[in-house]
């Protein structure tokens, strides 16, 4: 028998197992979010657990589909699938409606897509395919032009034209493979950095913030004043682009946000108090959350699920859910899961033969790693409500199906990796 044959043999059954749990774990959750007493049926495509169940359904038939593909064919077609995609963005406000502010839903009939959501798995392809060329070789910051091209135009369209930040910030999390590939830790400090400036600037404004530099700059020229004068003169280049970046900052909240982003932000800070407005969604969440206690208070009997409490309880904050009817208990279960799920995705990305395959694997842990983290941090309140899907879990086609594509795309790759020499 061919050996290209026996890919079934070599499919990673774990993964698979993970993904069928989390989603019809997810859908019994979605169905407990907007239960109601008269609600009887899980199944009925009236309410949004019978659709779930539809799109889990559509699901698996795209993963079983994916599986029967070549693997090539993702490398052959990476930048096809891209430039597409592209196209596909830049028509969608044109052709959705005014959704909650965004313009990144488009109908067909009873159905609405989100290309957004799809368009971080060709992302995913394009830059697996460019930096899994041969001859490419990260050794500085000139072979991060490209990539970095490739994640900030769709990341741009979808922020700017679509005024869908959530997803856009998701493409953020592609610098996890450029990390793998030899990028230098420095960008992440400096990104660590940006953030805690950011946070200062807003919180105490923009003057305290230069009299921190000033006196990290003092601080510093003095320790390194007996060194070479390139090193002082970086010093000062250094302070002069954090004092502009902090001078961004300031106008970036003050002039670029919208009103409710800049709640959002000021409300996180401690900066204002808002029970009943930006900070409802949140105060809500750990309310139904607490109330669940150690051992939760049953499926179909969460009290704040059922009496609306907490607003986009089966999307965004599907986690109340888990937490008010599962309790602790429950809510740790999956966390536990999840946090398998990601570290198994690693072991899968790190043992693959070639370069394509090991870049998409890690922007596949990326991607997956941001959601967990940002929506989990939204949720008990440590982050801004930025609106990004619980893998697997919240409501939605669009994000299912393209967290499926991601994952049966990883899988299949994994699976011809015995076909593969080292």
């Given at each position: 028998?061919?050996?290209?044959?026996?890919?079934?043999?070599?499919?990673?059954?774990?993964?698979?197992?993970?993904?069928?749990?989390?989603?019809?774990?997810?859908?019994?959750?979605?169905?407990?979010?907007?239960?109601?007493?008269?609600?009887?049926?899980?199944?009925?495509?009236?309410?949004?657990?019978?659709?779930?169940?539809?799109?889990?359904?559509?699901?698996?038939?795209?993963?079983?589909?994916?599986?029967?593909?070549?693997?090539?064919?993702?490398?052959?077609?990476?930048?096809?699938?891209?430039?597409?995609?592209?196209?596909?963005?830049l028509i969608t406000p044109i052709l959705a409606d005014n959704v909650k502010g965004s313009y990144s839903w488009i109908s067909f009939g009873p159905i609405s897509l989100q290309p957004a959501e799809f368009a971080k798995c060709f992302t995913a392809i394009a830059i697996a395919k460019y930096m899994g060329k041969y001859?490419?070789?990260?050794?500085?910051?000139?072979?991060?032009f490209i990539p970095f091209i490739l994640i900030i135009l769709p990341m741009f369209i979808i922020m700017v034209l679509q005024r869908e930040t959530g997803s856009a910030l998701v493409f953020l999390s592609f610098l996890i493979p450029f990390y793998r590939q030899g990028m230098s830790g420095m960008i992440f400090i400096i990104g660590l950095v940006s953030i805690v400036l950011f946070v200062i600037?807003?919180?105490?404004?923009?003057?305290?913030?230069?009299?921190?530099?000033?006196?990290?700059?003092?601080?510093?020229?003095?320790?390194?004043?007996?060194?070479?004068?390139?090193?002082?003169?970086?010093?000062?280049?250094?302070?002069?682009?954090?004092?502009?970046?902090?001078?961004?900052?300031?106008?970036?909240?003050?002039?670029?946000?919208?009103?409710?982003?800049?709640?959002?932000?000021?409300?996180?800070?401690?900066?204002?108090?808002?029970?009943?407005?930006?900070?409802?969604?949140?105060?809500?969440?750990?309310?139904?959350?607490?109330?669940?206690?150690?051992?939760g208070k049953g499926f179909l009997q969460g009290t704040q699920t059922k009496l609306k409490f907490v607003p986009e309880q089966d999307t965004d904050f599907i986690f109340c859910t888990v937490g008010?009817?599962?309790?602790?208990?429950?809510?740790?279960?999956?966390?536990?899961?999840?946090?398998?799920?990601?570290?198994?995705?690693?072991?899968?990305?790190?043992?693959?033969?070639?370069?394509?395959?090991?870049?998409?694997?890690?922007?596949v842990v990326g991607i997956f790693f941001f959601h967990l983290t940002i929506n989990i941090g939204m949720v008990l309140g440590l982050l801004p409500v930025i609106g990004i899907p619980l893998p697997f879990f919240s409501y939605g086609g669009s994000s299912l199906m393209a967290f499926t594509i991601l994952l049966f795309i990883l899988i299949r790759l994994d699976a011809a990796r015995i076909n593969k020499l080292h």
């Open positions: 028998m061919n050996k290209r044959n026996n890919i079934w043999q070599h499919i990673d059954w774990i993964t698979i197992a993970i993904f069928l749990f989390l989603t019809l774990f997810g859908w019994l959750n979605i169905y407990g979010a907007e239960h109601t007493f008269e609600q009887t049926s899980l199944f009925s495509l009236s309410n949004r657990a019978g659709k779930q169940f539809l799109w889990i359904g559509i699901s698996v038939v795209i993963g079983c589909i994916i599986l029967l593909i070549d693997e090539r064919t993702y490398d052959i077609l990476g930048y096809w699938l891209y430039g597409m995609m592209i196209v596909l963005l001859e490419y070789k990260m050794r500085n910051i000139k072979d991060l600037v807003i919180k105490f404004s923009i003057i305290p913030a230069i009299i921190i530099l000033s006196i990290a700059l003092l601080v510093g020229l003095i320790a390194i004043w007996k060194q070479k004068k390139i090193y002082r003169l970086w010093a000062v280049g250094a302070y002069l682009c954090l004092v502009l970046f902090s001078s961004a900052c300031n106008y970036a909240f003050t002039k670029i946000l919208q009103p409710h982003q800049r709640t959002r932000i000021e409300v996180l800070l401690g900066m204002k108090d808002d029970p009943m407005g930006a900070g409802y969604n949140v105060n809500q969440a750990r309310i139904a959350i607490g109330s669940g206690r150690f051992w008010e009817e599962w309790g602790f208990f429950g809510s740790s279960i999956v966390l536990l899961i999840y946090l398998y799920f990601i570290l198994h995705l690693l072991t899968i990305a790190e043992r693959q033969r070639d370069t394509f395959s090991r870049i998409f694997g890690y922007c």
